[in-house]
């Protein structure tokens, strides 16, 4: 399993983001997936997470009407797109696969994550 993600970066309170993350080595459409976040000196959070086949769909409670999870099975490529960036946004972002279509709370194999700072 490996898994890359990307789109991080340095934003102001406001702007948006898109987070994608490339995952290989597993038939992705049959695992859900999900995003985390973790700040220094805090545990990793669930983002939002999403099913195999994109049905479904949860997020944290500060993520609701901000952030849109999506996945794209052809291109076996998640996405969490993040608007109205808050600097409590701030954050390491990582994806990471579920052990089944719909596990939202699994943690499975991590990547190298994407830093997103918001600030002004």
């Known amino acids: 399993v490996q898994l890359v993600e990307s789109g991080g970066g340095l934003v102001q309170p406001g702007d948006s983001l898109r987070l994608s993350c490339e995952a290989s080595?597993?038939?992705?459409?049959?695992?859900?997936m999900s995003w985390y976040r973790q700040v220094p000196g805090k545990e990793r959070e669930l983002v939002a997470a999403?099913?195999?086949?994109?049905?479904?769909?949860e997020y944290a409670d500060y993520a609701k009407g901000r952030f849109t999870i999506s996945r794209d099975n052809a291109k076996t490529t998640l996405y969490l797109q993040m608007n109205g960036l808050k600097p409590e946004d701030t954050a390491m972002y990582y994806c990471?696969?579920?052990?089944?279509?719909?596990?939202?709370?699994?943690?499975?194999?991590w990547g190298q994550g994407t830093q997103v700072t918001v600030s002004s």
């Open positions: 999403i099913s195999g086949r994109g049905i479904y769909t």
């Open positions: 990471t696969k579920q052990s089944r279509p719909w596990s939202p709370t699994d943690r499975g194999p």
């Open positions: 080595g597993f038939t992705f459409n049959a695992y859900g």
